[in-house]
């Protein structure tokens, strides 16, 4: 069994839509509240799991919504279905950042009841997420300047990027966890807890 067989990771980037919002801003204790209608992109999350292989589920959040601990366990639920379908057998390893409703402890029992662990992350080290060092970077750059029109756009192109990518991408970005796992404990001192290796 790999012991670093499945890697969690949430993407919350911004994509525009046209959208109108209410924005108010302050100016000093002096001046008046001004409030003005100005088009600014909505906001759009999605959650992408991925291992070794490939993506196995990309979650996008209905426009307006926050993930609270309640809609993590669904998402949750959703990829133990999609692993069941794609990734039968195996064990689950997920590395999270330390968000509230990643640590709540509704989402706590839920990976407990299921068995998955949870590899640490240190709060301050960003660069012990494989999504921030390795994912992020470059869709940001592929998305940077695109305009969507629905949600359903965006997550077609997200989909569409996705799928051409080299066929060794998100191995390359679990072996770099490895090396970044190792930088970090060098000079900061951070263990993997009960784990003395990770191996692929």
């Not at 991925?50 to 990829?79: E, H, M, T, Y």
């Not at 068995?115 to 998305?143: I, M, Y």
């Not at 072996?175 to 191996?199: D, F, P, Q």
Request: with cysteine.
């Amino acid at each position: 069994m790999a012991t670093l067989s499945k890697t969690g990771q949430s993407l919350r980037d911004r994509a525009r839509l046209h959208d109108l919002e209410l924005e108010t801003s302050i100016l000093s204790r002096d001046q008046k509240v001004q409030s003005a209608e100005v088009r600014r992109p909505a906001k759009m999350m999605a959650t992408v799991f991925w291992d070794a292989k490939s993506v196995i589920l990309l979650d996008d959040l209905p426009q307006g919504q926050c993930i609270n601990a309640a809609q993590s366990c669904s998402i949750f639920d959703r990829l133990r279905d999609a692993i069941r379908r794609k990734r039968p057998g195996r064990g689950v390893v997920l590395q999270r950042d330390n968000a509230i409703p990643h640590s709540a402890i509704l989402t706590q029992q839920w990976l407990q009841r299921y068995g998955w662990e949870n590899l640490p992350h240190h709060a301050h080290c960003p660069d012990l997420a494989p999504s921030d060092f390795h994912l992020f970077v470059p869709l940001k750059r592929h998305l940077g300047g695109m305009a969507f029109e629905t949600e359903s756009d965006f997550v077609r192109e997200l989909k569409n990027w996705f799928a051409h990518l080299d066929f060794d991408f998100f191995l390359v970005g679990i072996y770099s966890l490895l090396s970044h796992w190792k930088n970090a404990s060098i000079s900061m001192g951070i263990t993997l807890g009960s784990r003395e290796r990770v191996t692929l």
